[in-house]
């Protein structure tokens, strides 16, 4: 008598499935991430260039950069700390903990802006104070920092703490018993197990960071030159119906995220290799 899996499906199946997934991701992702560098490509290169070299455009570059280069290293901090005292510790209210590291998921950005708005604002609970003292955070680099590191508090703390859980406790609590401090538990012990993940959380951060809106276009003010990222420079350039300069710099930002995406595929595989190593 012979048995067939059941879990084994059929060639044509095979087939089926593989060619409708990667029809849907050419005509999802790929045809409309194509035709952003062709509309920036249309009327040539060098009116590409012009465009992204324009000053209302280098201030928006230059400010997305600078608010990914705060937000990173913020939620870098914020999410290991997080994910260590989860994944290595029991205490009360650890529950609300993982809810709070989760929160931004599932609050729309708009409205993590308007809770910013509400509490900073000139008419909001710290704005008489704020006023007094002469501190500006909306519409202001403060709020749109504030705001980034919010909605992209998640993606480190939850890239490294399912790696944490997986590892458990042995490890660090083998290295307490034999007298090794927590920084050095930290560091020669948890921080590499968990590096390439870590890396990976950070490129994911890093992309949400430069690439946010919604958060950012409430607290910005979209003062032109002085608190537009690229995001909304570039909706700024597509209502003016300024639309080779509105591509060219989508295109440039959407090259930014396919840098970023090779660098984490590349990661990735460095993890898995990593893991068959060890295993």
């Known amino acids: 008598m012979s048995f067939r899996r059941v879990t084994h499906d059929p060639a044509w199946a ?8 990667l029809t849907l991701g050419v005509l999802l992702l790929g045809l409309p991430l194509l035709a952003v560098f062709v509309e920036a ?3 040539g290169l060098d009116v590409a260039l012009a465009a992204i070299v324009e000053p209302d455009t280098w201030a928006a570059i230059e400010l997305t950069l600078l608010v990914a280069a705060i937000t990173v290293p913020v939620n870098l901090v914020g999410g290991v700390a997080a994910s260590w005292c989860i ?7 650890k529950g609300l903990l993982t809810t709070l590291v989760e929160l931004p998921f599932s609050v729309s950005p708009v409205i993590a802006g308007l809770v910013f708005v509400l509490i900073f604002g000139l008419q909001g609970w710290l704005g008489e104070w704020l006023q007094a003292r002469d501190i500006q955070i909306i519409f202001a680099l403060p709020g749109i920092v504030l705001a ?21 406790r042995e490890e660090e609590e083998a290295a307490a018993t034999l007298g090794a401090s927590g920084l050095q538990i930290f560091r020669r012990v948890t921080l590499p197990n968990i590096k390439w993940a870590l890396l990976s959380g950070v490129l994911l951060c890093n992309a949400r960071a430069m690439g946010e809106f919604g958060a950012v276009a409430v607290v910005s003010g979209h003062i032109r030159g002085q608190t537009n990222t690229m995001p909304l420079h570039v909706e700024i350039l597509y209502n003016e119906y300024q639309f080779a300069g509105a591509f060219a710099v989508a295109a440039l930002l959407a ?15 460095l993890t898995g290799q990593a893991r068959r190593f060890a295993a």
Request: glycine share 8%; hydrophobic share 60%.
């Open 14 to 21: 095979q087939i089926l499935i593989g060619v409708l997934a």
């Open 41 to 43: 490509l249309r009327r």
């Open 87 to 93: 994944a290595k510790y029991d205490f009360w209210g």
């Open 148 to 168: 980034t590191v919010f909605v992209t508090f998640p993606f480190v703390a939850r890239t490294v703490l399912p790696l944490m859980l997986e590892q458990g």
């Open 255 to 269: 090259l930014l995220g396919l840098v970023t995406l090779a660098a984490k595929a590349v990661l990735e595989r």
